[in-house]
Structures are given as structure tokens and as C-alpha cells.
């Protein structure tokens, strides 16, 4: 199934198409009969935004939180280009600070897909679960990008690859998250 975001995943290189694929089927897990809330931690060039809207694009609001003013631009011009701009919002600010600055209209609603991509050290990725996981709804799906470490490592020294893996398996071990599906870099599961 190709949609824009396949194409933006193939041009920046940021999320793969099983990326994509992942993030529709959290999308396709929401509830169809009321609006849904999504928030996107880590922008990059949108292709996570626009796999969601790829899914759904009525009855749905996805806030993105991003730091970079970069990122801020190229994922704008990405969802506005594909005309999805009014279901979309953007926080310019460190991920955990995120829950302080969602707009009025989304404050106090449970998430009901929360997806994880913007730091990857450990303390980074422990701060934004901290931040943003006792928002989201009991029993709605969490994505988490560079789980699985199957690109090129070659001259990327340890220090430097992910963190994400082992911060995922302590939510799973400690019953916070059970595991639905691990494709492309990416791990789905739904919160307990």
C-alpha cells in the first residue's frame, strides 16, 4: 500500500516503509466512533504525521513536538502540502516539556496513540515515557521508532547507536506495555 508517506520515508530515509506500515496499523487499531488524539514526539520531515493522516483523515487531531526549527518547517511544509494542515499542530519544544504545551483544546484528553521518536539516548527516551505515558489511554497502542536495530551499523560506535530497546522491554517486563508487533525499526504495543 503506497501512500505519501512511503514516498517521504524513501526520499529522507528517517522511518522505512515497514515504519509506515506499523504506524497505519496503530492508526487502524482507534476507535472509529469518536475523535482520537495522537501525539508524535520527534517531527523529522513528517513521515510519521502523514503515515497517521495516510490512515485517517476525518475525526482525528495530531500534535507533533519537536525542538527544531528544521524540523518544524520541513514536516509543516510535508502536512500542509498534503492538505491535512488543520487536523495537525506543532509544539516547538524539548519532547518531555510537551504535556505543559499542548494547546487548550487538547489538554486533559487521553492520547489515544502516543509515538516516540525524538531522543534516543536512555535518559531521553525515559524522560519523554515519564512525560507522556500516564496520559495515554489503558489500552491504546504506543509506537517506538528505533527499537530494532537492523540498519548499517558499520562505524557507529556503541555509545552512539539507540537506546530505545531496553527502556521498551523494562515497560513490557514491568506489565506497563504488552507487545503487539516489531516491524522495520519500529515496536507497536498497547498500554495496559
Not at 74 to 91: H, N, P, Q, T, V
Not at 124 to 140: Q, S, Y
Not at 158 to 183: C, H
Request: aromatic share 6%; hydrophobic share 45%.
Amino acid at each position: 500500500m503506497s501512500c505519501a508517506a512511503h514516498g517521504l520515508a524513501l526520499s529522507r530515509g528517517l522511518l522505512v516503509t515497514e515504519d509506515v506500515d506499523l504506524i497505519r496499523e496503530a492508526v487502524a487499531m482507534l476507535p472509529q466512533d469518536r475523535p482520537v488524539l495522537v501525539v508524535d514526539l520527534g517531527a523529522g520531515s513528517g513521515t510519521s504525521a502523514l503515515s497517521v493522516f495516510a490512515e485517517r483523515s476525518h475525526g482525528i487531531a495530531v500534535v507533533t513536538v519537536d525542538k527544531s526549527e528544521v524540523a518544524l518547517a520541513s514536516s509543516g511544509d510535508a502536512i500542509r502540502g498534503s492538505g491535512f494542515g488543520e487536523l495537525w499542530s506543532f509544539i516547538r519544544s524539548d519532547s518531555w516539556d510537551g504535556p505543559d504545551l499542548l494547546p487548550a483544546q487538547h489538554r486533559g484528553v487521553p492520547i489515544d496513540l502516543l509515538l516516540v521518536d525524538a531522543g534516543h539516548a536512555e535518559h531521553e527516551v525515559r524522560r519523554d515515557v515519564a512525560a507522556w505515558l500516564p496520559l495515554v489511554r489503558p489500552g491504546a497502542p504506543v509506537w517506538f521508532h528505533d527499537y530494532v536495530g537492523s540498519w548499517n551499523l558499520a562505524g557507529v560506535a556503541p555509545e552512539d547507536l539507540p537506546q530505545v530497546k531496553p527502556v521498551v522491554d523494562e515497560l513490557v517486563a514491568a506489565g506497563v506495555l504488552e507487545p503487539v508487533k516489531e516491524a522495520g525499526w519500529g515496536w507497536l504495543g498497547v498500554k495496559q
